[in-house]
T-cell receptor, first 111, second 115 residues
């Protein structure tokens, strides 16, 4: 059974702090790893990672994948209150576009 | 960017009625669409994967006769919750992948409340 494990489950930081969210996985026939941000409604896409060691960056967010150790991290620098959300990690595997989601990390950024 | 819409955004119905939820990819063609359910404070749970022109693949524990999925075109999939009961009340979210890619783009979700 494919598994995606995220840590920590919950995190409270002050504005301006840097956070690192972790995602480890065990899947058959890995295709890609995806990060999403979920606020009040449906998730919004952040990154898709397919190759090890190549950092994807978007503003204050960045992510990297390690396919040997089977994990990914999502970094957020200079956090703002608008970064408060649940961050979901998902792994696409197999040949049928099957995607397994982790339970998410709830990030709260306080002023 | 890729946009997925869902309709309706919220529905309240009586127990025993059927509810249809539509999921549309607005600016791309989606060979595959996914239906998820999310209960409060829980993660997304994949219900089924639907491919245009073929039968949907349901996850273990999801009743295919209760949750009817139709993916009639490359831009539209529908989920019908038949004979809905209060325990079916949940947040239903669809997502769509552009043909040949893994990235899923999510619709805004439909909040279903069954009285």
């Amino acid at each position: 059974e494919d598994k995606v494990v995220q840590s920590p489950l919950s995190l409270v930081v002050h504005e301006g702090d840097t956070v690192t969210l972790n995602c480890s996985y065990e899947v058959t026939n890995f295709r890609s790893l995806l990060w999403y941000k979920q606020e009040k409604k449906a998730p919004t896409f952040l990154f898709m990672l397919t190759s090890s060691g190549i950092e994807k960056k978007s503003g204050r967010l960045s992510s990297i994948l390690d396919k040997k150790e089977l994990f990914s991290i999502l970094n957020i620098t200079a956090t703002q209150t608008g970064d408060s959300a649940i961050y979901l990690c998902a792994v696409s595997s197999g040949g049928y576009q099957k995607v397994t989601f982790g339970i998410g990390t709830k990030l709260q950024v306080i002023p | 960017g890729a946009v997925v819409s869902q309709h309706p955004s919220r529905v309240i119905c009586k127990s025993g009625t059927s509810v249809k939820i539509e999921c549309r990819s607005l600016d791309f063609q989606a060979t595959t669409m996914f239906w998820y359910r999310q209960f409060p404070k829980q993660s997304l749970m994949l219900m089924a994967t639907s491919n245009e022109g073929s039968k949907a693949t349901y996850e273990q524990g999801v009743e295919k006769d209760k949750f009817l999925i139709n993916h009639a075109s490359l831009t539209l999939s529908t989920l019908t919750v038949t004979s809905a009961h209060p325990e079916d009340s949940s947040f239903y979210i669809c997502s769509a992948s552009e043909t040949g890619t893994d990235t899923q783009y999510f619709g805004p979700g439909t909040r279903l409340t069954v009285l």
